[in-house]
């Protein structure tokens, strides 16, 4: 008897860790299980207006498939926003070749900038400069020159336009107006307001 009492002894202290540990899951799982949702589903907040990272005194240039460059983008400051992606930059200076090998400069002392760079707004002495090129068809296109306040500038197509006073040299012609939107890809420039030119005759052939 006595014999049966210790080895009914031995085998509780061994297997007693066990039922109680077995016991406190059990308790633990319908604790869970009971207890009420306090908190709905989280849903995230929209992203704020705020930068993720600022830059000092910088340079980013871009390269393209080819590993030529592309464009280059300077400043003193800068600060990117992640919810547009833009990149907002103190005294700016940037420059762009376009796939038909004209560069294309702008400076500002304040731009704000997409992701690449490759649309641009300018603001505070702001001038755009698309160097003189000759084209696909042989022609020669003229530098031309862009000065205003604000300026929106598509780097890459060469689009150019304004809704506040602007100046235009291109080649020896020098032209005022109150708002403008130019496209040098098709040609075609749009001068609204109070326009002022001077056009100068060209070469004689």
Known sequence: MIRLLRAGREYLSLYLPVVLMGVLALGTYWLVRSTPQLL???VPSPPRHEPDYF?????VKTFDDAGRLKSEVLGTDARHYPDTDTLEIDFVRIGSIDEGSRLTTASARRAVTNGDASEVQLFGDALVVREAVTDKAGAAQPR?????????????????????PVELIRGR???TADTMDFDD?????????????????????
């Open 40 to 42: 709905g589903p989280v």
């Open 55 to 59: 830059m000092h005194k910088f340079s």
């Open 144 to 164: 031309s020159e862009f000065r205003g306040e604000f300026l929106h500038a598509f780097m890459q197509t060469g689009r150019v336009k304004s809704h506040l």
């Open 173 to 175: 012609d020098r032209m």
């Open 185 to 205: 890809h098709e040609r075609v420039l749009q001068l609204n307001g109070r326009v002022k030119g001077t056009l100068m005759p060209g070469p004689v052939q």
